[in-house]
């Protein structure tokens, strides 16, 4: 079968099980963090678990690069340093700077592979070898520009409510407390609000159905996820800022 067919048949499943994904999500939390529960099997150390579960993204993406057509074109560089700014600091930082002790399950860390490996394969696939080639005055167009702002705002407010919720806890800690400062004034998860405004970005500035469907699967991932977090804080904390939404200010 025609690479092709099969990269579409791909995609489309990734666009259907997202709806699935985002229904099942409001009625069952993703076991890890403040959710874990027993009955999702082993575990393994949080820090190991996430970097594992990360490196797919780096991995396929700069092999699918190098075996793509023309890896010196200027725009598909770009994009690769885009990607790899986001994923080789989840991949390489982020987790050995996590303090949690909660662990994470074995199986929240192989779907997670599965869907990296898989969604990093649709992106890299498509910008560097099945989608006609960007031009280098791509880098000028009102979607790479617009969609730049959009993916670097992200990026920043994503890095700063890591900062923020790393350093709650003292060494020896291990208490949850609600977090102040940034996007938290606003919202009980702008990690997420953060990585789902990243990869709107990403879907823009690449201008592609891959892209449309992987900012899709964050918000079908993350939404529900961000309302089970901001329901177990009010839960959690009688003094939890009533005005704070989930996810999105003043709104979710």
Sequence with gaps: MDELVLFNLLMWFFGFSAIAIFILLFFVSAPYGQHIRKKWGPNINNKLGWFIMELPTVLIYVFLYLIGDNPFNVVRITFLFMWLLHYGQRTFIFPFLIRAVQPMPVTIMLFGMIFNGANTYLQARWINTL????????????????????????????????HIIR??????????????????????????????????????????????????????????????????????????????????????
């Design 131 to 162: 989608a006609d080639p960007y031009s280098i005055e791509w880098l000028l167009s009102p979607m790479f520009i617009i969609g730049i702002i959009i993916f670097i705002s992200g990026f920043i407010i994503n890095l700063q409510a890591d």
């Design 167 to 252: 350093n709650l806890r003292e060494p020896g800690e291990t208490e949850y407390k609600i977090p102040h400062g940034g996007m938290y004034k606003y919202v009980s998860c702008p990690n997420y609000l953060g990585e789902i405004t990243e990869w709107a970005g990403w879907a823009v500035l690449t201008w592609s159905f891959p892209g449309l469907i992987f900012v899709a699967w964050t918000i079908a991932n993350l939404s529900p996820r961000a309302r089970s977090n901001h329901l177990w804080y009010l839960e959690t904390f009688p003094d939890y800022p009533k005005n704070r939404k989930a996810l999105v200010p003043f709104i979710y």
